[in-house]
């Protein structure tokens, strides 16, 4: 089992900065792949941003070259730093993590609210 708790979100300006954290707690040897989701109002979740293991990482071409996901060292922490916010990236931000010990499984987190506005 992983657990995965979400922190980071709130309200800024467009143009201005957030750091999203997910903490992972649990089985965390078992993830191999940690994703950041989001989902505004009306629309269906989508991919913004994902790392692997090795350090791979992929963005959705929305976000591309404003925001960056990375990892802690102890790996049980993954980060989404924002630069050059939009008012269309306002959504629920979410974490996934996907294991594959004893067998494959994804987690989600609860989400954290970011909302860009003047």
């Known amino acids: 089992q992983v657990q995965l708790v979400e922190s980071g979100g709130g309200v800024v300006q467009p143009g201005g900065s957030l750091r999203l954290s997910c903490v992972a707690s649990?089985?965390?040897?078992?993830?191999?792949?940690m994703h950041w989701y989001r989902q505004a109002p009306g629309k269906q979740r989508e991919l913004v941003a994902r790392?692997?293991?090795?350090?791979?990482?992929d963005y959705s071409d929305s976000v591309k070259g404003r925001f960056t996901v990375s990892t802690s060292n102890a790996k049980d922490t993954v980060y989404l730093q924002m630069s050059s916010l939009k008012p269309e990236d306002t959504a629920v931000y979410y974490c996934r993590a996907e294991s594959n010990a004893p067998r494959y499984r994804d987690y989600w987190g609860q989400g954290t609210q970011v909302t860009v506005s003047s």
């Open positions: 649990g089985s965390i040897s078992s993830i191999f792949y």
């Open positions: 790392i692997n293991l090795v350090g791979y990482t």
